[in-house]
T-cell receptor, first 114, second 114 residues
């Protein structure tokens, strides 16, 4: 596809379960970002990949959150032992390399923890 | 730490009227500044960005913004609003030469009356 694709678009899970959220960036984009947007808030930075490596993971809230990008394209955000406070829209963005280039955002995955 | 304040949570304007959305940032060094728009069901879209140079920047959809260092502001303007401009607008700040993360404001929701 032409844009950033995130799957699933919606995910409902029970408290304590494990979830994986997937992001397919635009082909050729080496930079990939994950943000989290809670209701009534702006996006909050989680992690930034340049290629396969996490160049900045300072936004991950705790060790229940982990993200990978093994081949430098698709990325997966993994959340263990989900809590109700993890409910939010998880946004993925990609760019040609850093924010000197325009970042294109996907439509997000709405995660609801019940 | 970087922070962004968007003082207006919700603004209502009439179609054809002018628009100014306020953004103030707190950052010690040279900031990179961005405005994004988020329409219902759509991903965040970049309207414009400021890195350096001319403090008045032009963006897409007829928007412009002016960087005022003395006021730590980066207000977004449009001379004549269209009904399709109804959306949520986010101001964001990045770090020149540093981390690739963006810090977003909480957003301003724009309603356009016919």
């Amino acid at each position: 596809g032409a844009g950033v694709s995130q799957t699933p678009s919606n995910k409902v899970t029970e408290k304590g379960k494990y979830v994986e959220l997937r992001c397919d960036p635009i082909s050729g984009h080496t930079a990939l970002y994950w943000y989290r947007q809670s209701l009534g808030q702006g996006p909050e930075f989680l992690i930034y990949f340049q290629g396969t490596g996490a160049a900045d993971d300072s936004g991950l809230p705790n060790d229940r959150f982990f993200a990978v990008r093994p081949e430098g394209s698709v990325s997966t955000l993994k959340i263990q032992r989900t809590e109700r406070g993890d409910s939010a829209v998880y946004l993925c963005a990609s760019s040609l390399g850093g924010h000197l280039y325009e970042a294109f955002f996907g439509q997000g995955t709405r995660l609801t923890v019940v | 730490a970087q922070s962004v304040t968007q003082p207006d949570i919700h603004i209502t304007v009439s179609e054809g009227a002018s628009l100014e959305l306020r953004c103030n940032y707190s950052y010690g060094a040279t900031p990179y500044l961005f405005w994004y728009v988020q329409s219902p069901g759509q991903g965040l879209q970049l309207l414009l960005k400021y890195f350096s140079g001319d403090t008045l920047v032009q963006g897409i959809k007829g928007f412009e913004a002016e960087f005022k260092r003395s006021q730590s502001s980066f207000n977004l303007r449009k001379p004549s609003v269209h009904w399709s401009d109804a959306a949520e607008y986010f101001c964001a700040v990045g770090e020149a030469g540093g981390s690739e993360k963006l810090v977003f404001g909480k957003g301003t929701k724009l309603t356009v009356n016919p």
